[in-house]
């Protein structure tokens, strides 16, 4: 099965940006619901946002405004871009990917059946 392949990731210091990018080509040929959910150590998974075919995104209020996701114009690249990053933005990010989906939304990480490996990313304060 074919999976979602992350890139990007790293440390940064408090304050910093970061781009996250995932490959995504094999899921965008007709409707489609990607993501990008995080999990930090000892933590649950928390879904950070989500774009939809109609280009409508979604995001969880611990990352509005400061992150935007996109899907680029040939619609293979999905990207999280990550502006003022603070220490509690540590954690494993992960891309995810489904078809044909009844609906969007950041929080609903359970529906996605594809998943990358995940890339780690580090903040220091």
């Known amino acids: 099965q074919v999976q979602p392949v992350e890139s990007g990731g790293g440390s940064v210091q408090s304050g910093g940006s970061l781009r996250l990018s995932c490959a995504v080509s094999q899921f965008t040929s007709g409707k489609y619901c990607m993501g990008w959910i995080r999990q930090a150590p000892g933590k649950k998974r928390e879904g950070l946002a989500s774009i939809d075919s109609n280009d409508r995104a979604d995001y969880a209020d611990s990352v509005k405004g400061r992150f935007t996701i996109s899907l680029d114009n040939a619609k293979t690249t999905l990207v999280l871009h990550m502006n003022s990053l603070g220490p509690e933005d540590t954690a494993i990010y992960y891309c995810?990917?489904?078809?044909?989906?009844?609906?969007?939304?950041?929080?609903?990480?359970?529906?996605?059946?594809?998943w990358g490996q995940g890339t780690q990313v580090t903040v220091s304060s």
């Open positions: 995810a990917a489904r078809t044909n989906p009844e609906f969007c939304y950041s929080n609903e990480y359970d529906a996605f059946p594809n």
